[in-house]
């Protein structure tokens, strides 16, 4: 089978295709093929050296993908060959909270990922799709959705009409978007581009605010919330948006620490969160409940994810630059059948 690998830090040239020999299974273990992998803003920074390991063999990227079950080990128990199936983007972390031990490998970070005609997993790591959910939407759900699932619901745990601010039109704040929606939150969303935000309001969005004209668009969310900001913010900015997201935060609001895309870093004074008794959160992704529970619910609300552009395995490099690009609204995936 072939799998493309990537030495961490060799940019995205440094992707290449190799033949990988099959081996036997472990007792719990199971081969997947794999028919869709999404990319993630993290693939950029393992390809580019910025992600948070360093390792000196090169590994299969990507941690998020879908696929069908065709071999089981001799002690596995929870799928059988045939089963849909996608993976926890931490496989030692089933579910409560995080620990140490529980984030301690990431797949496609210090570990093999899905970028690969099949992988072999432990059958911990797996979980069930629905037969209406495609390999396509399915492969976008591991990262993305369950981040956005985890700030918005588990550590914030929100409510119907609670409102939620989303930063840019990348995968975790359309997921975001599509999750508050369905949930009966009131979703504010932002981007550089008005056409991105037509297509935020097509699915829902109920205040879009163009960023790039609106520098104070912290001013903005005010504003459309009668001065009292929103309940959570999913804070995937970093450095150029973090204080504008504090102050659109309303009081007992929480700001999901997320991501970078402006850079990561930046200053923070703990008086703008103490006077509103504001709670910064820092979220990693999520477990496997999660993406299970993220998973029942996109299946009974009639969620399709919003997936921008299809690229075929042979083009993965391509599919990596889109990524880079920024041209994508929702996500970026590669179908490994094509
Ligand atoms: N902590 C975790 O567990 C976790 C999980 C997933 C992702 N992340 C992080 O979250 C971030 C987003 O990831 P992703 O995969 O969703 O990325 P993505 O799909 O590449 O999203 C990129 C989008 O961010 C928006 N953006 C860029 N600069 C911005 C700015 N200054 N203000 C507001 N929006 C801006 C742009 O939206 P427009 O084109 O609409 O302007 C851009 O299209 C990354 O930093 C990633 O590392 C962290």
Redesign the pocket.
């Known amino acids: 089978m072939k799998a493309y690998r990537i030495l961490p830090g060799k940019d995205i040239d440094g992707l290449y295709l190799k033949d990988i020999p099959e081996r036997p299974l472990a007792p719990h273990e199971v081969r997947v093929k794999v028919h869709a992998v999404s990319l ?3 693939d950029l ?1 393992v390809a580019k050296g910025n992600y948070l390991v360093k390792l000196d063999d090169p590994i299969i990227p990507c941690s998020d993908g879908a696929g069908q079950v065709v071999e089981v080990g001799s002690a596995v128990t929870q799928v059988k060959p045939g089963d849909r199936v996608t993976a926890s983007f931490f496989p030692y972390w089933r579910d409560g909270g995080p620990t140490s031990a529980k984030v301690r490998s990431a797949l496609g970070g210090d570990i093999d990922g899905m970028l690969a005609e099949e992988v072999t997993l432990h059958e911990d790591a797996l979980v069930k799709i629905p037969d209406q959910l495609g390999f396509i939407e399915a492969s976008t759900l591991p ?2 959705a369950v ?1 956005a699932w985890n700030a918005i619901f588990v550590s914030a745990a929100t409510r119907p009409g609670d409102s939620v601010l989303l ?7 359309v997921l975001g978007l599509q999750l508050a929606k369905a949930a009966g939150l009131r979703a504010i969303i ?4 008005d056409e ?1 935000l037509a297509r935020a309001r097509a699915l829902g969005a109920d205040v879009t605010i163009n ?1 790039t004209a609106a520098p104070e668009w912290h001013q903005e969310v005010l504003r459309h919330t009668n001065g009292e900001g929103v309940n959570v913010v999913l804070e ?3 450095q ?2 973090i204080n504008r997201s504090v102050a659109s935060t309303g009081v007992g609001g929480s700001i999901a620490i ?5 850079g990561f870093g930046g200053e923070v004074s703990p008086a703008t969160l103490l006077t509103g008794a504001k709670r910064m959160v820092g ?3 999520g477990s496997r409940a999660m993406l299970e529970q993220v998973i029942r619910f996109i299946h009974g609300a009639g969620i399709t994810p919003v997936v921008d552009r299809v690229f075929p395995f042979s083009q993965a490099k391509d599919a990596y630059r889109y ?1 880079e690009s ?1 041209a ?1 609204f929702g996500k970026v995936v590669i179908d490994v059948t094509k």
Not at 167 to 173: A, E, I, K, Y
Not at 190 to 193: E, H, L, Q, R
Not at 258 to 262: A, E, L, N, P, R
Request: aromatic share 8%; with cysteine.
């Open positions: 993630n803003y993290r920074m990262c993305a981040t930063l840019g039109t990348g995968g975790v704040s932002t981007s550089s581009s991105k960023y995937v900015g970093g150029g948006t997320i991501g970078g895309v402006s979220i990693f992704v990524m920024g994508h």
